[in-house]
């Protein structure tokens, strides 16, 4: 590996900002009287600084350019600068030059108060050895101060990343490399005649250009978890939902199922009509398909740097068959270990609600399949075993949220304790 320390742009190489910055834009133009204006014109705005944006694509005066700065602020402060996704591999690619001692800043023509907002919201804060960035009072924001800045900070091979003609000349004013991004805001052309040292045309390539063929990071084992009714497949599209925006590649399984192996054992475990299985035949049927998922989907997700979320796992088996068909928790526990070896989760949202809860949910729902035609004492003893198993020390994989609460208010809870667990193991 060549570099040693990445100098990141935001806008435009780490995020996909056009939605905040182009409507902040738009409610300022509209609220001085320069109406008509497109979304697709204001493009333009990410990028250079804003005070001379508004007088160049609005024609504005400097004085004008001013109270429309003013007010894209206030508009930007409260709900813009959180309406941005990062771009998908870019969680993966900062784990990777983390996991290679890669230093790694932060190196933005935005103010500074919101860069910061923005590094912690997504996620980037725990992998930045510096975050540099104009205070709000600066109407030039100069790249090559800001690179400078990060040169004197960190010091070792540096690299400047970004998407605009402004970001390769900052770091060639400084004497370093440049790789020019094309997924972002510029074009190809103008990186080049920025005399960019590298372009790459995805994510994909920035990775190969600043990582080679040095080892990179796994990606991350999510698995969701409650008993039946505790409303996780809506939460579980708010969590891929959620990690989609922050950059990961999201790899959606389930459990029993998986690939066309493991959804045929599916079939066969959950089909009603077979009230004559013994509960380890049902036991080893859960541990088969398992197996054939672990091998087939997850540790390949994994190997590829994707996040993976599971719905059920191990801990299922553990709490139905080991609990609620009463076969032990400790044998259930064994026979999963020869089916998923090491591979266990990271993270472990637990939906948490009583059997009461959860019954009055089911009988709202669906046709129940086998496993959803058992007695109440059944589920009673799966919640049980959850509950007992998750009290159990060195389980800090598991974030517990109260599922009983509504909808929104489960997602926000689910979502805070994720982003928090996520940053423990950035
Ligand atoms: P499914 O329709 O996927 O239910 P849910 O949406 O609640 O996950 O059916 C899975 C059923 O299988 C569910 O009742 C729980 C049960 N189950 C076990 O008993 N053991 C296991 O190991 C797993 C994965 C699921």
């Not at 001085?32 to 944006?53: N, Q």
């Not at 998922?293 to 997700?301: Q, S």
Request: charged fraction near 25%; hydrophobic fraction near 40%; proline fraction near 3%.
């Amino acid at each position: 590996m060549k570099y040693t320390t990445v100098l990141f742009d935001l806008d435009g190489t780490l995020t996909r900002s056009e939605e905040g910055i182009t409507r902040s834009a738009l409610y300022a133009a509209d609220k001085m009287g320069f109406t008509g204006f497109t979304k697709e014109e204001f493009m333009a705005f990410i990028g250079p600084p804003l005070f001379e944006s508004f007088k160049k694509i609005c024609g504005m005066t400097d004085e004008q350019a001013d109270q429309a700065t003013a007010l894209y602020r206030e508009r930007f402060s409260v709900v813009g600068w959180a309406e941005n996704e990062v771009y998908p591999g870019i969680p993966a690619l900062l784990r990777s030059l983390k996991k290679n001692g890669v230093k790694i800043a932060m190196a933005t023509a935005k103010p500074l108060v919101f860069a910061e907002k923005i590094a912690k919201r997504f996620g980037f804060e725990p992998y930045l050895d510096a975050l540099i960035g104009p205070g709000l009072d600066k109407k030039h924001a100069g790249k090559a101060d800001i690179v400078a800045e990060c040169i004197r900070l960190l010091g070792g091979e540096v690299v400047m990343v970004g998407d605009r003609c402004y970001d390769v000349e900052g770091g060639a004013a400084n004497g370093v490399d440049t790789i020019g991004v094309t997924y972002g805001y510029g074009t190809e052309e103008e990186l080049i005649a920025s005399g960019a040292t590298h372009i790459a045309h995805s994510v994909q390539e920035l990775a190969d250009i600043l990582l080679g063929d040095a080892p990179r990071a796994k990606g991350l084992f999510v698995t969701m978890e409650g008993v039946d009714g505790c409303g996780k497949t809506t939460q579980r599209e708010a969590l891929v939902a959620h990690l989609t925006q922050l950059g990961w590649e999201v790899q959606v399984t389930r459990e029993p199922g998986g690939d066309e192996i493991a959804e045929k054992i599916r079939h066969l475990v959950l089909d009603p009509v077979n009230t004559a299985m013994f509960d380890e035949t049902e036991a080893y049927l859960y541990a088969a398909s398992r197996a054939q998922n672990v091998r087939a989907l997850i540790r390949p997700a994994l190997e590829a740097g994707k996040l993976v979320v599971c719905d059920r796992y191990v801990d299922s088996s553990i709490a139905y068959q080991g609990g609620g068909r009463q076969m032990g928790t400790a044998r259930i526990a064994q026979i999963n270990k020869e089916a998923v070896g090491d591979t266990i989760p990271e993270i472990t949202v637990y939906l948490r609600m009583t059997p009461q809860d959860a019954l009055a949910r089911r009988l709202s729902a669906s046709e129940p399949d086998r496993l959803e035609k058992e007695k109440d004492s059944f589920f009673a003893r799966t919640f049980e075993a959850y509950e007992a198993l998750y009290a159990q020390a060195g389980m800090e994989r598991v974030i517990t949220v109260d599922a009983s609460k509504s909808i929104e208010e489960v997602t926000a809870q689910m979502l805070k304790q994720l982003d928090a667990r996520l940053e423990a193991l950035a």
